[in-house]
């Protein structure tokens, strides 16, 4: 059992009972926004520099709250008060009160600003863990998981990609968890599937996707029913109902939904890592 899952009762790991609301999509609880807060309170206070008589920011951290202050919430720099504790309040009452999307878009700033510390970036990143949302924080971007079981595919093939130097295979994964997050169902699956025709086509060059998977069978290093059930997988993506590789011209009736680019970003996910173990 994963350790994010422990703290789910018999009837909730069986499907009997709803799950926690955290691992839900489009919701973020409490919990996670306490963490968020806390994470840059921490931040702040560690580095706050103390005069005589106020504190204030200075060098990297008074960039990134004037930053936050002009281009983040679109205020003019003549406003900008270069005071912590003013800071710190108005983002504990921002972080509590804000959409979740509007949430996620306060943690990339901090995320993937220059000035800001390793360990408050880390700290935003395990925040996500803590809470067990339905969503990590990976390359300052804010990517969608669904449940943890998703998410540790996911993560792990981002990580085997990363190890076995297929870069595109792990760009696509990131690409795919981002358009699930913005709610673009068609583009993750596609995106999904890409990061396997990326690993395939690592490990036999020159070919496309089938017959890459034709040429790895061949070599013993695809099992043939792995190869079949991918197979219907693609053929399920290339199919014109679906809108993923073709036009849906059907109807949005017929269009994928969430449920369906959930799956193939796990199901892809865990292709990607096996492609990776047998062929490293």
């Known amino acids: 059992m994963s350790d994010e899952s422990e703290g789910l009762n018999y009837s909730q790991r069986n499907g009997l009972l709803p799950i926690p609301e955290q691992l839900k999509l489009e919701q973020v609880s409490s919990e996670f926004r306490r963490l968020i807060h806390y994470a840059l309170d921490q931040e702040i206070h560690r580095v706050a520099r103390h005069g005589a008589m106020s504190a204030h920011f200075d060098r990297e951290w ?14 003019p720099i003549s406003s900008f008060e270069n005071n912590p504790s003013k800071l710190n309040r108005e983002l504990e009452h921002s972080i509590a009160k804000v959409r979740y999307d509007e949430l996620f878009n306060i943690i990339e700033f901090f995320a993937k600003h220059r000035g800001c510390t390793e360990q408050v970036k880390t700290d935003l990143a395990q925040a996500f863990v803590d809470a067990r949302t339905a969503y990590r924080l990976k390359d300052g971007l804010v990517i969608a998981v669904g449940t943890n079981e998703q998410a540790q595919a996911l993560l792990r093939a981002i990580d085997d990609a990363e190890g076995s130097n297929n870069l595109g295979a792990r760009q696509h994964l990131i690409d795919a968890g981002k358009k699930l997050a913005d709610a673009d169902w068609v583009g993750s699956v596609r995106e999904s599937i890409h990061a396997v025709e990326a690993a395939a086509i690592s490990f036999a060059p020159g070919e496309t ?24 997988l693609y053929g399920y993506t290339s199919d014109k109902k679906t809108g993923v590789r073709h036009a849906n011209v059907y109807g949005e009736d017929e269009a994928v939904d969430e449920t369906d680019a959930l799956f193939m970003l796990g199901a892809c996910a865990s292709f990607v890592s096996y492609l990776i173990a047998r062929n490293t």
């Open 62 to 75: 008074h960039r990134v709250a004037q930053d936050l202050h002009v281009r983040f919430f679109g205020k």
């Open 209 to 232: 996707l089938g017959p890459a998977l034709t040429e790895l069978e061949r070599r013993g290093k695809l099992h043939g029913g792995l190869k079949k059930a991918f197979g219907a």
